[in-house]
């Protein structure tokens, strides 16, 4: 079982549709991130929260947007994604983004295909 | 920039064999290693990491890796593979401070019984 529970495990919508992915953590994780991940390639940084404020946007177009509520949840709200935006999302959690040694714990993913 | 390359795309072991999945690294500084593995339709796990001390770091179910500074690698080995150990493998890498972990391309690994 892991620790970051992602929801939905699946999704599937229009390129008009409006979604959201949701992630929530009970580690006491300061640091939450969001990658996407392409059929058997490695996880690519989309976002970086640190201490519920947005601290790294690895240049993602703006038909993505993330939101920290508070420090339990990470959500990625999405609206006009476009074919090539189909993936898996995956969610992490470290203790603090500065604490280099410490591993990221991720989640089991939601995988996304747009129509 | 810190750079982590994983030269092979595939590696086939048969079962009860040694295996090892290869890595090599590139920071400005000491680097912090991890291996994760990912079975289909799931997340990275966490096996180990590297961040100080004895070169030899054992990880979950039966891993370990090794930390060559002067090769700059940190290869992951088991001592006798098991058809359940089949799985992408990912090398990642972060340089000191506020850095993003860096993966690289991943490893297949297809055990054969």
């Known amino acids: 079982d892991t620790e970051v529970t992602q929801t939905p495990k699946h999704l599937v919508m229009g390129m008009t549709n409006k979604k959201s992915l949701k992630c929530e953590q009970h580690m006491g994780h300061r640091a939450m991130y969001w990658y996407k991940q392409k059929a058997k390639k490695p996880p690519e940084l989309m976002f970086v929260?640190?201490?519920?404020?947005?601290?790294i946007n690895e240049s993602v177009p703006s038909r993505f947007s993330p939101e920290c509520p508070n420090s339990s949840l990470l959500n990625l709200h999405l609206h006009a994604l476009q074919p090539e935006d189909s993936a898996l999302y995956l969610c992490?959690?470290?203790?603090?983004?500065?604490?280099?040694?410490?591993?990221?714990?991720f989640g089991d993913g939601t995988r996304l295909s747009i129509l | 920039a810190q750079s982590v390359a994983q030269p092979e795309d595939q590696v086939n072991v048969a079962e009860g064999n040694p295996l090892t999945v290869k890595c090599t690294y590139s920071v400005s500084g000491n680097p912090y290693l991890f291996w994760y593995v990912q079975y289909p339709n799931r997340g990275l796990q966490f096996l180990l990491k590297?961040?100080?001390?004895?070169?030899l770091v054992k990880g979950s179910y039966g891993f370990e890796a090794e930390f060559n500074k002067s090769q700059t690698s940190f290869h992951l080995k088991k001592p006798s593979a098991l058809v359940s150990d089949s799985a992408l493998y990912f090398c990642a890498v972060r340089d000191m401070g506020n850095t993003p972990l860096v993966f690289g391309k991943g490893t297949r690994l297809s055990v054969i019984a």
């Open positions: 590297y961040i100080t001390g004895d070169n």
């Open positions: 992490a959690s470290s203790p603090r983004t500065g604490d280099s040694n410490q591993p990221q714990h």
């Open positions: 929260y640190s201490y519920e404020k947005l601290s």
